[in-house]
DNA sequence: CGCGCTTTTGAGTGGCATCAACGTGGGTGG
DNA sequence: CCACCCACGTTGATGCCACTCAAAAGCGCG
């Protein structure tokens, strides 16, 4: 096998941790290596769909909007997570890079007919896609009808957790500081809230002693017990 | 073929439709109709996943909520659609019938067996769950972003457009007046409303000619084009 | 140092929730 | 057959949470 998945960080929990060296041999040969600098779009909604990806590194939004300008971010897509709209013409929506990220692209096309030839590919795609449809709708929950303290503590908590494993370096283990990849602005379109009212409750959980921010990007998360239950109770 | 997906009225309309005569005979096998009265709860959040189904007839709600009682509808499920969570061992959500309803289904570790032995129904179930993915997506950005009045008139557009092709018998064509399966309350469950906000919506719609409601369930949709305005702008 | 961008903080408003009362229709039992 | 009940829906009064508008403070950068 050559160069380019040897040395993947994500190769054995992306989809292709199913795959042996040979099949991946397969894929390799049909993939190629794409940096995407912070706050560059991968795909606009209503492009043609033609591209596939798994990410290698950094955070990706993916994100819609109303006529007027509204925005809300969908998904956050973080490493060994997929990126593209398969099985379909168009991309439904934006992709953005909130951080300088490495993707591995293939064509949408080719993509589909790997996928015809290694099942077990093909299964767990599904399973993911399966998995990624229960995390959206459980966000469902978080944006019908959290309290806005409620959702910035939901949103701490599940950026430590996806964040946690690859993504930072300074956290040891015990640590609880992680440098936030998106903006307040971004929180607010990702909870459905306005920016102030991201800050404020940001210094709200600052002031009670729940966490500490070191500066506006880094969060250290002091009770991790208050935090949860911040996220789930009134 | 023996009896039971002859006179199935969602055999060509349900993941079924990409099955020969034969495939569908082995499904078949597997498989059993199920009638479920309104109200009736299918799975609890929380239950061994053992069950994956074809829903028949009848509208089925997924729906989750906090400890302290609200509740959010992360899902509607109308005739043709799939019920059940696949590759894994429980179930994330609650099935209720919202009407009375048919399904036909399967014991989840057969089922999976079929999906193995038929490809392209598993690749039918993919495409199908990579829309679904969508869909809950797109959700996301009325219960983040929209106002009462916009949810409410989206929500009638969604309604509208599912209920049409199937089980809507006194609207022939050009007619637009539906019975609502959902009560106000289950309503304001999908939107992330409360009763009386939707309840006053509803009027203000009926007021100003948009629609009319001849009585609590039914709605006549007046004005299709004004509705689709309300329902993307403020 | 000054410029632009992000974040914070403050004051005021408004949309939707909350609380409360009343109306309505369908089902049940006397 | 009617009285009753109960779940559902409507309508009104009030309050609060989050949005809006505004301005100042922090930060990176040329």
């Given at each position: 096998?050559?160069?380019?998945?040897?040395?993947?960080?994500?190769?054995?929990?992306?989809?292709?941790?199913?795959?042996?060296?040979?099949?991946l041999?397969?894929?390799n040969?049909i993939g190629?290596?794409?940096?995407?600098?912070?706050?560059?779009?991968?795909?606009?909604?209503?492009?043609?769909s033609?591209?596939?990806?798994?990410?290698?590194s950094?955070?990706?939004k993916?994100?819609?909007?109303?006529?007027?300008?509204?925005?809300?971010?969908?998904?956050?897509l973080?490493?060994?997570?997929s990126?593209?709209?398969l099985?379909?013409?168009?991309?439904?929506?934006d992709?953005?890079?909130?951080?300088?990220a490495?993707?591995?692209t293939?064509?949408?096309?080719?993509?589909?007919?790997?996928?015809?030839?290694?099942?077990h590919l093909?299964?767990q795609l599904?399973?993911?896609?399966?998995?990624?449809?229960?995390?959206?709708?459980?966000?469902?929950?978080?944006?019908?009808?959290?309290?806005?303290?409620?959702?910035?503590?939901?949103?701490?908590l599940?950026?430590?957790e996806?964040?946690?494993?690859?993504?930072?370096?300074?956290?040891?283990?015990g640590?609880?500081?992680?440098?936030?990849?998106?903006?307040?602005?971004?929180?607010?379109d990702?909870?459905?809230?306005?920016?102030?009212?991201?800050?404020?409750?940001?210094?709200?959980?600052?002031?009670?002693?729940?966490?500490?921010?070191?500066?506006?990007k880094?969060?250290?998360?002091?009770?991790?017990?208050?935090?949860?239950?911040?996220?789930?109770?009134?």
């Amino acid at each position: 096998m050559s160069g380019v998945c040897a040395d993947c960080a994500v190769r054995d929990v992306a989809l292709c941790a199913v795959l042996s060296d040979s099949e991946l041999a397969r894929l390799n040969s049909i993939g190629r290596r794409q940096r995407i600098s912070k706050g560059a779009t991968v795909q606009w909604a209503g492009d043609e769909s033609i591209m596939f990806a798994n990410i290698i590194s950094g955070v990706v939004k993916l994100s819609t909007g109303t006529a007027d300008g509204r925005e809300q971010i969908v998904g956050l897509l973080y490493p060994a997570d997929s990126l593209g709209r398969l099985f379909a013409l168009r991309v439904d929506y934006d992709a953005t890079a909130l951080t300088d990220a490495e993707l591995c692209t293939f064509p949408r096309n080719a993509f589909e007919r790997v996928l015809g030839d290694f099942h077990h590919l093909e299964r767990q795609l599904l399973a993911r896609t399966l998995g990624e449809l229960e995390n959206t709708r459980r966000w469902m929950l978080l944006l019908g009808r959290k309290s806005a303290e409620e959702k910035v503590a939901t949103f701490l908590l599940h950026i430590t957790e996806r964040l946690k494993p690859t993504d930072c370096p300074g956290a040891a283990k015990g640590s609880h500081t992680y440098e936030l990849p998106l903006t307040r602005g971004q929180i607010a379109d990702v909870l459905g809230l306005t920016i102030e009212t991201v800050s404020r409750q940001m210094t709200r959980l600052k002031t009670n002693g729940v966490i500490a921010l070191p500066d506006s990007k880094r969060v250290t998360i002091l009770q991790p017990q208050l935090l949860q239950d911040l996220a789930e109770a009134a």
